[in-house]
């Protein structure tokens, strides 16, 4: 699966390791996340997160 970076913050999500703060199981990739996620760091929406 791939990893996705924030383009404000450059927190990188990775679908192995999944964001326990925000309920995301690992192995969850990341166009399966919720709409209304946000960064866990900076609070960008997902349309700011690109591919890495």
Do not use: H, N, Q
């Amino acid at each position: 699966m791939d990893k996705y970076r924030c383009s404000i913050c450059d927190y990188i999500y990775d679908p192995s390791e999944g964001d326990p703060g925000s309920a995301i199981a690992p192995g969850t990739a990341f166009a399966d996340i919720a709409d209304d996620w946000v960064c866990p760091l900076c609070g960008a929406g997902k349309d700011d997160f690109e591919k890495v």
